[in-house]
């Protein structure tokens, strides 16, 4: 059973980083693509970015654009989320999101692997 648990979360004041990882158990790292999303309080989920194709190719929202790097790690079967430059609308739950045997960009729905969630608060 693949199971995809996150950890770096926390609390940072504005203009701070923080790095989410995400570990993959239960499954060769192969075709896999692997996506962040988050969701703040009283708003939809949104995608953050995501990686695919092995991992050599990246997307990402216009907000974060320039601030984040999605990595995928293979050997490691993780994907981490570098966090630069954070503002308060980055506060939010973050999620980690697969989908296994995939390798163009997906679309959000596609996703159907989702770990617990980490948060995600900065403050002013």
């Known amino acids: 059973q693949v199971q995809l648990v996150e950890s770096g979360g926390g609390s940072v004041q504005a203009g701070g980083s923080l790095r989410l990882s995400c570990s993959v158990s239960g499954y060769s790292y192969n075709t896999i693509c692997m996506g962040w999303f988050r969701q703040a309080p009283g708003k939809d989920r949104e995608v953050v970015a995501s990686?695919?194709?092995?991992?050599?190719?990246?997307y990402y929202a216009d907000s974060v654009k320039g601030r984040f790097t999605i990595s995928q790690d293979n050997a490691k079967n993780t994907v981490t989320l570098q966090m630069n430059g954070l503002k308060p609308e980055d506060t939010g739950m973050y999620y980690c999101?697969?989908?296994?045997?995939?390798?163009?960009?997906?679309?959000?729905?596609?996703?159907?692997?989702w770990g617990q969630g980490t948060q995600v608060t900065v403050s002013s």
């Open positions: 999101a697969a989908r296994i045997g995939c390798w163009g960009l997906i679309r959000s729905n596609d996703y159907n692997l």
């Open positions: 990686s695919y194709r092995g991992g050599t190719s990246t």
